[in-house]
């Protein structure tokens, strides 16, 4: 009996020659990125690389220059608003304040999506619901207010509601940010084991590097619009690029100072 191939994952996020502006100022310059079923990709940078930018793209919220992105097989930039809300209920979003309402429980608060994307009775939503809870270990406190949590359970919350519809995508916007080296470790492993246990593709947004190293399968790295590599961790880790070797280290790069650009910066308008 011949051995079976190994399958090619599909691609669930495909991001062609991606090109913003802010007005006259160009954010991404013509990036493209495959993001493939199952794994968790990194988007990691310094600050103002492009990776804020680039996650907004991905979750619809801005439109680009020039450019494509594709999530689960459609160009998103060609949907209406009908089409982009339906999409957005295969995907989960995970901000990083946890963006929780303040006027409700934490139950509440995760049973949200729920009622407002599905016709389901509210016990079977209610169940649903308490088995994401128990999935980031938040059984006990579905009474609680937002501001009745920690900075680590607001964290576990948000992922909470942003898995309860069981989401092909989830988008973690800087999961360990402000957290100590503990409750980081635990929300890192948290987000692997939703990859693991639930199947989804996992695109993380992170400045933290322990934390990068920690949980991707592939890293993304972006600098001044560009993406510089991606590649597995050890490759990221090893590689002989000064500038993502300058990020890892956190070593200061030397400014170059073009005296014509310069000149037109100060009288741009005048």
Not at 242 to 258: C, F, M, V
Request: aromatic share 2%.
């Amino acid at each position: 009996m011949s051995a079976t191939p190994n399958r090619t994952p599909n691609k669930v996020i495909e991001v062609k020659d991606l090109v913003t502006h802010y007005g006259t100022r160009q954010i991404l310059k013509g990036i493209s990125l495959d993001i493939y079923e199952g794994e968790i990709m990194v988007i990691m940078g310094g600050s103002g690389s492009g990776k804020s930018t680039l996650l907004n793209h991905l979750l619809g919220l801005l439109k680009p220059s020039s450019g494509t992105v594709s999530i689960l097989g459609q160009d998103i930039n060609k949907l209406s608003a009908v089409e982009m809300t339906k999409l957005r209920t295969r995907m989960g979003v995970a901000f990083q304040g946890g963006a929780l309402f303040s006027s409700m429980t934490v139950g509440e608060n995760i049973l949200l999506p729920l009622r407002e994307h599905t016709e389901l009775d509210h016990s079977t939503m209610a169940i649903m619901a308490r088995l994401k809870m128990e999935v980031v270990k938040l059984a006990d406190f579905e009474n609680l207010m937002p501001s009745e949590l920690s900075g680590g359970m607001i964290k576990r919350a948000a992922l909470a509601r942003a898995i309860v519809m069981d989401p092909r995508l989830l988008f973690c916007d800087e999961p360990s940010a402000g957290l100590d080296p503990v409750v980081s470790a635990a929300i890192d492993e948290l987000i692997i084991t939703l990859r693991d246990a639930m199947g989804m593709t996992i695109v993380v947004v992170t400045h933290e590097l322990e934390s990068a190293f920690r949980i991707a399968d592939r890293i993304c790295v972006l600098d001044r619009g560009d993406i510089l590599m991606v590649d597995t961790v050890e490759a990221v880790r090893s590689t002989s690029n000064e500038r993502i070797q300058n990020l890892l280290n956190r070593r200061l790069e030397e400014a170059t100072l073009d005296p014509d650009d310069y000149m037109r910066r100060l009288t741009i308008g005048i």
